[in-house]
């Protein structure tokens, strides 16, 4: 009997001891901390559910980090029957946050646990004209990406819609795809790297490569080298990969000399550069003339904006890197290009399509008259001024009115009259093709020019006219004949032509959406939401780069007290530029509750309010 009791006794003697440990080793001793969700959108709200220690707390605190381990938020919480929530916004990097739990009294946090900040481009405003447009693009532009194993390597790229370089990457129509493909393509570097490879030990840049690695270039092409210029530019902004920007660098000063060096290109009277008469910026003479470039020379406004931007994109790489004194040198040979190519090309309404150098006779047809799609270019790459822009958008307007033709899209208007001549071609007759044929990208451009430059209501109008054109038609080819009609120039003709897509993409997100790079990776961004220029009560963007973390999410809501906005960005600053509605006055704007110096900008009639502001997080109020 003594010996069961001595048992019994010790057997309970080692449940006490194992029970003793096992409190501490419990979720009765740390708690419970969890997330409704495991992944968030930046803006989302996390809601966080506590459970409390055995000890039964009436209060707890959480802390809130970043990837970086950088707080963004501290909250206490009061627990009722020993549970408690707190709820607050994700924002700031992308990537794994922490949330930490500490109990009242304790000098190390309980628990810990972990969420994913992810972020993917888009609109969301319930308007089926703006919300749509970027997964129609994203899904449509995706049959025409191709990646190839090329003799040299990997090359990674989206096709022209109509080449007959069916199985080829011509430059121009992937880099101008840029602004649609840099939001979901993650291989953003491997094509640049195989078209610099095979660089002319003259600076000269290929056309295009082919899939087995051979290469080729248009004679009178003048543009190919800002081409690659911008492509390297816009590619480096969505990576932010500065080593690969370094070894890039001197290949496109090779290429800038040559072009402004080769007697073919380069204009020494007017220290501009010179092309072959063509159709604006396409790759034939206007009559058939086959000298390669050599001579038959005039000044296209269209060569003029993108070697301009080219200049300026130069001045913006170097200055991110470092090397102030290459960046003062090419925002000098920036500003000296421009004054030089506006002074010759402007004529008081609209740049002209180009001025020749070589006498060239177009009868009794004045080619002055003619508004060339080059214009939209040289509004959205900085070449005109803000009268000059608006005037532009306006002639474009006007035109459409007195043509009646279905969008304001041409290629020319008017294109050369077929009595000259010049084709017998009938895609190249007047009103096809580059002859005053309708172009998706001329349309994107011209939409983008009118949002930024006190058009805001005008560039709305072209949006929606080009959503309700893809519902109709299923796509955007390369180009329509006036009255809407596809025109087919090859038998490789397809409706995702990139180079007119992503104009559009550009238009919505940049110029509705108001997100702009001042750059790489939205370091710093512009933030000019053009939302008032709509009935529209509230609106979620998001703008980001697939090949990197760079990304700026916001909400903007418009209240009969003013404008609202919360955001979340991936950088450091960020310019706020809010159009605000017709007639409005600003009574107060204040950021995260508190009062902030502001400035108004005008834009023609529309004005907007300017704000400075951190670029990872904030809620900024203009009470109107």
């Not at 969301?124 to 129609?136: A, K, L, N, V, Y």
């Not at 532009?392 to 304001?408: H, L, M, N």
């Not at 006036?482 to 238009?507: C, H, I, K, L, S």
């Not at 220029?533 to 916001?554: E, H, I, K, N």
């Amino acid at each position: 009997m003594r010996l069961i009791i001595l048992c019994f006794l010790a057997a309970v003697g080692f449940a006490s001891a194992q029970n003793a440990p096992r409190a501490t080793i419990s979720a009765g001793h740390y708690g419970t901390l969890t997330t409704d969700h495991p992944v968030y959108r930046p803006l989302d709200k996390v809601t966080v559910n506590i459970g409390g220690r055995a000890a039964k707390d009436t209060t707890a605190k959480i802390r809130v980090a970043d990837p970086n381990q950088k707080t963004y938020f501290e909250g206490d919480l009061r627990l009722n029957n020993n549970q408690g929530s707190i709820t607050f916004p994700a924002t700031g990097a992308l990537g794994v946050h922490y949330i930490y739990l500490w109990w009242p009294g304790e000098k190390k946090y309980s628990r810990y646990v972990n969420f994913r900040l992810d972020a993917e481009t888009g609109i969301e405003s319930g308007d089926r004209d703006f919300d749509r447009i970027f997964p129609f693009t994203r899904d449509a532009m995706q049959l025409g990406r191709r990646d190839y194993q090329t003799p040299r390597g990997r090359f990674v790229g989206y096709i022209s819609a109509d080449t007959n370089h069916f199985d080829g990457i011509w430059l121009r129509d992937w880099i101008y795809s840029l602004p649609g493909y840099r939001h979901w393509e993650r291989e953003m570097l491997c094509g640049l790297d195989r078209f610099l490879e095979v660089q002319g030990a003259n600076g000269m840049v290929p056309d295009g490569i082919e899939r087995n690695g051979k290469t080729w270039r248009v004679g009178l092409e003048s543009d190919v080298e800002y081409i690659m210029t911008l492509g390297v530019w816009r590619s480096w902004q969505a990576t932010g990969d500065d080593a690969w920007l370094k070894k890039a660098l001197p290949k496109l000063e090779q290429a800038l000399a040559y072009i402004q060096s080769d007697p073919k290109h380069w204009d020494p009277a007017s220290k501009l550069i010179k092309r072959q008469h063509s159709c604006d910026t396409w790759d034939y003479d206007i009559d058939g003339a086959t000298d390669q470039g050599a001579g038959r020379h005039v000044l296209a406004t269209c060569d003029q904006s993108g070697y301009y931007q080219a200049f300026d994109a130069m001045s913006q790489m170097y200055k991110s890197l470092g090397d102030q004194a290459a960046a003062e040198k090419w925002a000098k040979e920036a500003a000296g290009y421009r004054e030089r190519a506006v002074k010759i090309l402007w004529d008081g309404t609209k740049f002209q399509h180009h001025v020749h150098i070589d006498k060239i006779s177009h009868g009794d047809f004045d080619e002055t008259k003619q508004l060339a799609m080059g214009n939209t270019w040289a509004v959205t790459r900085g070449m005109s001024d803000r009268a000059q822009a608006m005037s532009v958008v306006d002639e474009y307007r006007r035109r459409q009115k007195e043509t009646g033709d279905a969008y304001p899209w041409w290629s020319l208007q008017p294109g050369y009259p077929d009595r000259l001549g010049y084709w017998k071609d009938a895609f190249r007759l007047q009103g096809g093709y580059a002859n005053g044929g309708l172009m998706p990208w001329v349309g994107g451009e011209l939409a983008r020019a009118a949002l930024q430059n006190g058009r805001e209501e005008y560039g709305v109008e072209l949006i929606r006219q080009y959503a309700d054109h893809l519902r109709r038609t299923g796509g955007a080819q390369v180009w329509y004949f006036p009255d809407g009609t596809p025109g087919f120039r090859t038998t490789n003709e397809v409706n995702y032509a990139g180079w007119g897509m992503a104009q559009w993409v550009e238009a919505l997100l940049e110029g509705l959406g108001g997100v702009k790079d001042l750059s790489a990776v939205l370091r710093q961004a512009e933030i000019s939401p053009r939302w008032a220029a709509t009935p529209l009560r509230q609106a979620r963007v998001t703008y980001r780069y697939a090949a990197s973390d760079g990304y700026f999410s916001y909400e903007w809501r418009r209240t009969a007290q003013g404008i609202e906005m919360d955001y979340s960005g991936a950088g450091e600053k960020a310019t706020m530029r809010i159009l605000l509605p017709p007639g409005a006055t600003v009574r107060a704007v204040t950021l995260d509750g508190k009062t902030v110096p502001h400035v108004m900008d005008a834009a023609g009639p529309s004005r907007y309010v300017v704000v400075e502001a951190p670029g990872a997080r904030g809620r900024l109020v203009v009470s109107l």
